[in-house]
């Protein structure tokens, strides 16, 4: 069945499409050398071994794809909107000798091609800004893991008191300025980017973000703030 892409959807395609080959190393320089740490803590609080198998969601270039089979041992599927983006994973999952682990597909967040109850852990990467339904995202994720396992997001944050102005600072002038020097591509992302994130917490701050996260049927869900609050990893447990 044909789908009518959202605005954000084909923003998101857009913004994307001409940074898969530079995508990790930029992001890795962009991020002040936080985003891999990140990843690492996401892939972390999944409790997934040998023979578990765990959706990766908006899975990009296979980053956390490969953090998890690698670190965790377990199975992986990853999804994501972009052929780009998936073209780069493929590549990188070859070259780490992963191949016969991580299966790659084109998928939609929003309409996932799994059963119910279908995996034994999910995890997913800079999305909730994405898509124009963060609640029915979050409950169509849910859905495909089974009772008792782990969910795990990764997002930028908003840091608080005193490390707000210098985050304002960096994301207004020094991101937009840093992409520029990089490519056309970068530069829109650089100019992007901050204001993605502050409208995100704007619309969802932090105690409703995780009530959406309850609202879906994760329960014990826990979060933690990183680098001064640059980055947020939060999960919980598919309620039964």
């Known amino acids: 069945m044909a789908h009518t892409l959202s605005e954000r959807t084909r923003q998101a395609r857009a913004l994307f499409a001409p940074l898969p080959a530079s995508y ?38 296979g980053a956390v794809a490969i953090e998890l089979a690698q670190q965790q041992g377990c199975d992986v599927v990853g999804v994501d909107q972009s052929p780009e983006m998936l ?18 597909l084109q998928s939609r967040a929003e309409e996932l091609p799994f059963g119910d109850g279908s995996f034994d852990g999910l995890t997913f990467t800079y999305l909730l800004r994405y898509v124009n339904d963060p609640a029915a995202t979050l409950r169509e994720l849910a859905r495909v893991v089974r009772p008792g396992r782990t969910i795990a997001m990764l997002e930028f944050g908003v840091p608080r008191r005193i490390w707000r102005g210098p985050w304002e600072l ?3 002038l ?16 650089g100019g992007f980017l901050g204001e993605s994130i502050r409208d995100f917490y704007t619309r ?9 996260w309850r609202d879906a049927g994760i329960e014990d869900v826990r979060w933690n703030r990183l ?11 598919r309620g039964g």
């Open 24 to 61: 990790d190393r930029w992001s890795r320089l962009l991020s002040l050398g936080q985003d891999p740490r990140w990843r690492r803590f996401l892939v972390s609080r999944v409790d997934a071994g040998p023979g578990r198998s765990v959706l990766d969601v908006a899975t990009g270039t």
């Open 87 to 104: 073209a780069e994973a493929e590549r990188r999952v070859a070259a780490a000798g992963l191949g016969a682990r991580i299966r790659l």
């Open 170 to 172: 960096y994301v207004r």
């Open 174 to 189: 020094i991101l937009p300025l840093a992409g520029r020097t990089i490519s056309p591509g970068w530069h829109e992302v």
């Open 204 to 212: 969802y701050p932090l105690p409703r973000l995780l009530e959406l």
């Open 227 to 237: 680098s001064l609050g640059g980055g947020i990893v939060v999960w919980g447990r």
